[in-house]
């Protein structure tokens, strides 16, 4: 079954920005400007994606959709509204969903769960390379690139209202580098730098319902923290698979998992944590082999 689908927002949040909250899974964005209504992500399922607009009630308005990565909770909804809206997204979002892993990501999930089964792989209509300006008379809608979670990915700044949609470039407790490359840790952080340097007044990510700018300054300190620790280890520790286990190497090591969070949620960070903590391994081995 999937998560129950409301609307909320944030203390301080303007009207017309409207959170599209999937359950724990996922939070969509909803922005009204004087032209057009944008629709950050399409949550995980054609179903999710058809309640929360009737929640909406879009009016005559158009619609734009923005894809902000090709990650399954966030454009597996976009069935519900192929052919009625524009969809926009990173040009490096064809490339992963071109990808075969992507086919066999959607029948994993299908063969695991059956309220995936109506869900279509349709991709952007429009996409673009750095970056891209929706002028909404009233508000501004900057497209930034953001890689290092995924290749694709796109935060939304609105200038207005300094407000930075970030969807998962910036997550509580920690957001997940793409792979064990330092490459990409390079630009996860490089990333979380950009939107630090926005100076937003709310950083509204798509988990962790949270819409504190202090999170990315968390989130910038926590790598920090991963390659201040790891720059003091051996070659021999450098190297042991069951690093992320060790006493002051666990997640729960440099931040704090909240009280309330699931089992299975703080499994999934851990699993995150490993993978960053690997890439800073990798960081920091080619920086030993450069000196």
Not at 17 to 33: K, L, P, Q
Not at 68 to 83: E, L
Not at 228 to 237: A, N, P
Not at 252 to 270: I, K, L, N, Q, S
Request: aromatic residues 6%; negative net charge; contains cysteine.
């Amino acid at each position: 079954m999937d998560p129950s689908v409301e609307l909320c927002s944030y203390p301080g949040l303007d009207e017309r920005i409207v959170i599209v909250r999937a359950g724990d899974e996922v939070d969509g964005v909803f922005v009204r400007t004087e032209r057009f209504n944008v629709l950050i992500d399409t949550l995980g399922t054609p179903e999710q994606c058809k309640t929360a607009l009737d929640l909406l009630g879009i009016d005559a308005r158009p619609l734009i959709v923005i894809n902000s990565h090709m990650d399954w909770d966030h454009f597996w909804g976009n069935a519900a509204i192929a052919g009625r809206a524009p969809i926009i997204a990173h040009a490096a979002a064809l490339e992963r969903l071109r990808d075969p892993s992507t086919q066999q990501v959607l029948e994993d999930k299908v063969s695991q769960d059956s309220r995936f089964r109506n869900v279509e792989l349709i991709g952007p209509d429009i996409t673009f390379s750095g970056s891209m300006v929706l002028n909404g008379g009233d508000l501004t809608l900057e497209l930034i690139h953001t890689p290092g979670h995924t290749p694709d990915h796109v935060a939304v700044w609105i200038p207005e209202l300094r407000t930075c949609l970030a969807v998962d470039a910036v997550e509580y407790p920690v957001p997940e580098v793409w792979s064990r490359r330092a490459d990409d840790l390079r630009l996860l952080r490089s990333s979380l730098s950009r939107i630090r340097d926005l100076n937003a007044r709310l950083v509204i990510p798509a988990h962790g319902q949270t819409s504190s700018p202090s999170t990315v300054d968390e989130n910038l300190a926590y790598f920090e923290a991963l390659a201040d620790r790891v720059g003091d280890l051996s070659e021999s520790r450098l190297a042991d698979p069951q690093l992320g286990s060790a006493s002051g190497f666990r997640l729960e090591d440099f931040v704090a998992m909240a009280d309330r969070m699931p089992d299975d949620v703080a499994t999934f960070y851990r699993n995150c944590h490993e993978t960053n903590l690997g890439a800073t391994v990798q960081a920091h081995i080619e920086k030993l082999k450069s000196t």
